[in-house]
Protein backbone atom coordinates (compact mmCIF):
# COMPACT_ATOMS: atom_id res chain seq x y z
CA UNK A 1 0.00 0.00 0.00
CA UNK A 2 3.07 2.42 1.05
CA UNK A 3 4.58 1.53 -2.52
CA UNK A 4 1.38 1.93 -4.43
CA UNK A 5 0.79 5.94 -2.44
CA UNK A 6 4.65 6.37 -3.04
CA UNK A 7 4.12 5.63 -6.84
CA UNK A 8 0.90 7.59 -6.89
CA UNK A 9 2.57 10.77 -5.26
CA UNK A 10 5.48 10.60 -7.71
CA UNK A 11 3.29 10.46 -10.98
CA UNK A 12 1.55 13.23 -9.99
CA UNK A 13 4.19 15.49 -8.89
CA UNK A 14 6.18 14.59 -12.01
CA UNK A 15 3.03 15.34 -13.80
CA UNK A 16 3.25 18.66 -12.35
CA UNK A 17 6.37 19.35 -13.04
CA UNK A 18 6.32 18.67 -16.50
CA UNK A 19 3.91 20.78 -17.14
CA UNK A 20 5.14 23.86 -15.52
CA UNK A 21 8.31 23.05 -17.37
CA UNK A 22 6.34 23.13 -20.50
CA UNK A 23 5.00 26.36 -19.81
CA UNK A 24 6.83 28.93 -21.34
CA UNK A 25 5.39 32.28 -19.49
CA UNK A 26 6.81 32.65 -16.59
CA UNK A 27 6.23 35.99 -14.77
CA UNK A 28 8.41 37.93 -12.66
CA UNK A 29 7.30 39.53 -9.49
CA UNK A 30 8.62 41.66 -6.69
CA UNK A 31 7.35 39.14 -3.92
CA UNK A 32 3.91 38.35 -3.48
CA UNK A 33 1.18 37.06 -5.42
CA UNK A 34 -2.69 36.82 -4.71
CA UNK A 35 -5.28 34.46 -6.19
CA UNK A 36 -8.53 33.01 -6.50
CA UNK A 37 -10.00 30.47 -8.44
CA UNK A 38 -10.95 26.83 -9.17
CA UNK A 39 -7.91 24.24 -10.30
CA UNK A 40 -4.50 24.26 -9.30
CA UNK A 41 -1.98 26.63 -7.47
CA UNK A 42 1.38 25.52 -6.55
CA UNK A 43 3.70 27.36 -4.28
CA UNK A 44 7.44 26.96 -4.36
CA UNK A 45 10.67 28.27 -2.56
CA UNK A 46 11.13 30.38 0.49
CA UNK A 47 8.06 31.24 2.08
CA UNK A 48 7.79 34.32 4.15
CA UNK A 49 4.38 34.28 4.40
CA UNK A 50 1.57 31.67 2.79
CA UNK A 51 -2.04 31.77 3.37
CA UNK A 52 -3.91 28.97 1.09
CA UNK A 53 -7.59 28.15 1.46
CA UNK A 54 -10.18 25.95 -0.40
CA UNK A 55 -11.59 22.87 -0.80
CA UNK A 56 -9.99 19.64 -2.75
CA UNK A 57 -6.31 18.27 -1.93
CA UNK A 58 -3.40 19.52 -0.48
CA UNK A 59 -0.36 18.16 -0.67
CA UNK A 60 2.47 19.91 1.56
CA UNK A 61 6.29 18.87 1.45
CA UNK A 62 8.86 20.55 3.93
CA UNK A 63 12.39 19.97 2.19
CA UNK A 64 14.67 22.00 4.63
CA UNK A 65 14.16 23.29 8.48
CA UNK A 66 10.89 21.41 9.82
CA UNK A 67 8.39 24.09 9.93
CA UNK A 68 5.19 23.77 11.48
CA UNK A 69 2.27 24.57 9.42
CA UNK A 70 -1.13 25.49 10.75
CA UNK A 71 -3.75 23.50 9.22
CA UNK A 72 -7.46 24.72 9.70
CA UNK A 73 -10.91 23.00 9.28
CA UNK A 74 -11.16 19.38 8.23
CA UNK A 75 -10.00 16.76 5.35
CA UNK A 76 -8.32 13.14 6.12
CA UNK A 77 -4.69 13.62 6.74
CA UNK A 78 -2.19 11.34 5.40
CA UNK A 79 1.62 11.26 5.65
CA UNK A 80 3.58 9.91 2.97
CA UNK A 81 6.71 8.80 2.02
CA UNK A 82 9.90 11.53 1.88
CA UNK A 83 8.27 13.63 3.97
CA UNK A 84 5.20 14.42 2.11
CA UNK A 85 1.79 15.24 3.69
CA UNK A 86 -1.50 15.02 1.87
CA UNK A 87 -5.28 16.60 2.88
CA UNK A 88 -7.53 14.72 0.82
CA UNK A 89 -11.49 16.32 0.97
CA UNK A 90 -9.82 19.36 2.29
CA UNK A 91 -11.62 22.43 3.21
CA UNK A 92 -10.00 24.44 5.29
CA UNK A 93 -6.85 27.47 5.55
CA UNK A 94 -3.16 26.13 5.24
CA UNK A 95 -0.68 28.91 7.13
CA UNK A 96 3.01 28.50 7.04
CA UNK A 97 5.49 31.22 7.92
CA UNK A 98 9.27 31.54 7.63
CA UNK A 99 9.80 28.25 5.75
CA UNK A 100 12.20 27.07 2.92
CA UNK A 101 12.53 24.65 0.59
CA UNK A 102 8.72 24.10 0.79
CA UNK A 103 5.92 23.08 -1.92
CA UNK A 104 2.55 23.73 -1.29
CA UNK A 105 -0.11 22.66 -3.79
CA UNK A 106 -3.87 22.94 -3.56
CA UNK A 107 -6.18 21.08 -6.59
CA UNK A 108 -9.81 22.38 -6.10
CA UNK A 109 -12.59 24.60 -6.41
CA UNK A 110 -12.50 27.86 -3.85
CA UNK A 111 -8.50 28.68 -3.63
CA UNK A 112 -7.48 31.55 -2.02
CA UNK A 113 -3.93 32.10 -1.96
CA UNK A 114 -1.56 34.73 -0.73
CA UNK A 115 1.88 34.69 -1.34
CA UNK A 116 4.89 36.44 0.01
CA UNK A 117 8.69 35.15 -0.38
CA UNK A 118 11.09 33.98 -2.78
CA UNK A 119 10.68 31.06 -5.65
CA UNK A 120 7.37 30.05 -8.11
CA UNK A 121 3.62 30.33 -7.84
CA UNK A 122 2.29 27.88 -10.45
CA UNK A 123 -1.16 28.34 -11.26
CA UNK A 124 -3.62 26.24 -13.82
CA UNK A 125 -7.32 26.64 -14.26
CA UNK A 126 -9.80 29.70 -13.80
CA UNK A 127 -10.06 32.44 -11.83
CA UNK A 128 -7.95 35.92 -11.06
CA UNK A 129 -4.26 36.65 -9.75
CA UNK A 130 -2.54 40.00 -9.06
CA UNK A 131 0.90 40.15 -8.28
CA UNK A 132 3.60 43.54 -7.91
CA UNK A 133 6.20 43.83 -10.01
CA UNK A 134 8.65 47.25 -10.59
CA UNK A 135 6.48 48.78 -12.34
CA UNK A 136 3.49 47.95 -10.18
CA UNK A 137 0.60 46.05 -9.50
CA UNK A 138 -0.74 43.91 -12.60
CA UNK A 139 -3.39 41.87 -12.73
CA UNK A 140 -4.58 38.92 -14.89
CA UNK A 141 -6.80 35.83 -15.24
CA UNK A 142 -5.16 32.37 -14.80
CA UNK A 143 -4.51 29.86 -17.14
CA UNK A 144 -6.09 26.80 -18.26
CA UNK A 145 -2.91 25.47 -19.49
CA UNK A 146 -0.81 27.06 -16.96
CA UNK A 147 1.10 29.32 -15.78
CA UNK A 148 4.75 29.79 -13.46
CA UNK A 149 4.95 33.31 -11.78
CA UNK A 150 8.56 34.06 -10.20
CA UNK A 151 8.54 36.34 -6.74
CA UNK A 152 11.49 37.41 -5.40
CA UNK A 153 10.90 39.61 -1.68
CA UNK A 154 14.59 40.68 -1.88
Not at 59 to 84: C, F, M, N, Q
Request: proline share 2%; hydrophobic share 40%.
Amino acid sequence: MKKKLFVVLALLLAGLAAVTAVSADVISGIGWLEARGDGTARVEGYVKNLHIKGNGVLLYHDGGEEDAAEVTGYGRKIDLPGGWVKYEGFHGTFNLKDADQTTVALHGRNIGLQAIGRGTVWLKGHGTYTYGTPGGIVTGDWSPDGQTFSIDSE
